[in-house]
């Protein structure tokens, strides 16, 4: 097999849930050696469906499977003291940490950012938080409801609400998290690249918060610039949003004045979009109202997927919204072999997600299945770090793992 694009990157996952465990499966999949530390019951993860072949098992969760593959995985106390020994050798073996507890937990047993560079100077320590590591929200709990809120982003959703009354909803699954994981990715390997240089280690501060901010952007700009505010509104700035078709849904976004003259085209050139003046942007700003039922009549004449097809061979961007079923069939998918097969010793085979990148030399891979509990607990602790099998028994029987 060939070799991974981080091959011989070594990574402490001290992470639960979805933030830092994406981020330690993004690095893991390429190659990393992430050592994942659970607590002794195991990462909360575990508890979250769905779980395949039975209602609830703590190896069968799709969400604990998906976001831990490739990684060797272990359990530890480290509030125990022999525990936080072993929590200090593995930092101090690791290139990188990747954390997502809050402050307190890492700094109440010893372990601030000036402690762990006195373990391992070369150390990159990724902490993932709510609201970051300072300011007046620095130890205030978030999660994926509160922080799309707080980012500005479930302001504007629903989307698109014939009732705007109706309260502003978060994104599905675990937007946030996913986010601050590819961010906190990206940022890790910039610091490890910046290492190579230096040789000194690197802290990086992961706020969700900012992280989910920096998707409003365009927003953002339109507050500053022009004092708008955009919100959950039941009409549709020109020309884009959700339109439905006569089999399902499809997205519209056309902004740029070339793009709603080729949609006109596509229409076959409608008398009630004549004029030059539908050229403007301002124009159709002011107008697009107007012509909404007329647009929405069109469109639900239409197919999604033909639709779809038509308007991109003249550079417009609709796109379906596809349903999970969809996802799974589409050619587009299968034809860059998207979805990768994994068989687990607890859950079995599965397809699962792969990767939206391909590599011409270092492809990703999914090393092994999601670990089980504990599954690489003599490995890490006698090979890895030093320990006898006599004192590996030893911490055993002190419930450190």
């Known amino acids: 097999m060939a070799a991974g694009a981080l091959d011989g990157i070594k990574v402490v996952e001290f992470s639960t849930m979805v933030s830092g465990p994406y981020c330690g499966k993004l690095l893991a999949d390429l190659g990393a050696d992430v050592i994942k530390v659970e607590p002794r019951e195991g990462d909360p993860s575990r508890d979250h469906g769905p779980f395949p072949k039975s209602r609830g098992h703590p190896e069968r969760s799709a969400l604990f499977l998906y976001n831990n593959t490739s990684k060797r995985g272990i359990t530890l106390d480290p509030d125990k003291p022999e525990g936080l020994e072993a929590l200090k050798r593995l ?32 150390l990159i320590y990724t902490s993932i938080t709510p609201y970051g590591r300072t300011g007046p929200r620095v130890n205030f709990k978030g999660d994926e409801l509160t922080l799309i809120h707080a980012g500005g982003i479930g302001n504007l959703m629903p989307t698109r609400s014939a009732d705007i009354s109706r309260a502003p909803v978060k994104m599905g699954g675990y937007a946030v998290s996913c986010y601050g994981a590819i961010t906190a990715a990206l940022a890790t390997m910039g610091a490890f690249i910046g290492r190579m240089k230096t040789g000194r280690g690197r802290l990086i501060d992961i706020s969700l918060y900012q992280v989910i901010f920096t998707m409003v952007r365009v927003n953002v700009a339109g507050n500053r610039y022009h004092g708008t505010s955009w919100s959950r509104v039941p009409d549709r700035p020109p020309a884009m949003g959700r339109m439905k078709t006569s089999d399902g849904y499809v997205i519209l976004g056309v902004i740029e004045n070339h793009h709603f003259r080729s949609l ?8 009630w979009v004549a004029g030059d003046a539908w050229d403007s942007m301002w124009y159709r700003i002011h ?38 079923k969809d996802v799974m069939e589409d050619e587009q998918y299968a034809a860059r072999d998207y979805f ?33 509990l504990g599954q690489h607990n003599r490995e890490v602790y006698c090979d890895v770090l030093g320990y006898s099998p006599e004192e590996f028994e030893r911490l055993k029987g002190t419930g450190v793992i």
């Not at 073996?93 to 997502?100: E, F």
């Not at 809050?102 to 047993?109: A, H």
């Open 287 to 324: 107008h697009v109202m107007d012509i909404a039922p007329m647009m929405d009549g069109w469109m639900a004449q239409q197919q999604k997927d033909d639709i779809h097809h038509r308007a991109a061979k003249k550079g417009i961007a609709i796109g379906p919204i596809n349903s999970v």
């Open 264 to 271: 006109i085209e596509l229409m076959g050139n409608p008398d």
């Open 91 to 122: 930092i101090k073996w690791a290139d990188v940490l990747i954390d997502n507890h809050p402050l307190q937990r890492l700094e109440g047993l010893g372990l601030s950012w000036e402690a762990l560079s006195e373990i391992n100077p070369s």
């Open 340 to 372: 990768v097969e994994v068989e687990h010793p607890e859950a079995g085979k599965y397809k699962y997600a792969g990767w939206p990148y391909k590599m011409s030399a270092t492809q990703p891979r999914v090393g092994r299945p999601a670990p089980l």
